[in-house]
């Protein structure tokens, strides 16, 4: 099992970036793929992004391609998500979990934690 804690959020302008990070408690952090997702306000979560546990396979959700990169550092339990190019329709909380599997609609396997708050004014 993985415990992942999420950091990183912030209030931001339309157009600009931001790096969420979470770090890694727990089984090995190499054994498991992690995936980003994000709740909007009065919306349910949703997926957002994943990545392999060898950090080579992604899958993003069309609402994000093109825009957010996964990267993950496991020497140092870390993954990371680059946000670029936000948009306001991207505020939301935004948490980061252990999956099952590799797909546009992964199964989260580990306990969800607090989230990051990510704000982006327009």
Not at 16 to 39: D, K, M, P
Not at 67 to 96: G, H, I, W
């Amino acid at each position: 099992q993985v415990q992942l804690v999420e950091s990183g959020g912030g209030l931001v302008q339309a157009g600009g970036s931001l790096r969420l990070s979470c770090a890694a408690s727990g089984r090995t952090f190499s054994n498991y793929h992690v995936g980003w997702f994000r709740q909007p306000p009065g919306k349910d979560r949703e997926f957002v992004a994943a990545l392999s546990w060898s950090g080579t396979t992604t899958y993003y959700a069309d609402s994000v391609k093109g825009r957010f990169t996964m990267s993950r550092d496991n020497a140092k339990n870390m993954v990371y998500l680059q946000m670029n190019s936000l948009k306001p329709e991207d505020t939301a909380v935004y948490y980061c979990n252990a999956l099952l599997g590799l797909s546009y609609n992964p199964s989260p396997i580990g306990a969800w934690g607090q989230g990051t708050q990510v704000t982006v004014s327009s």
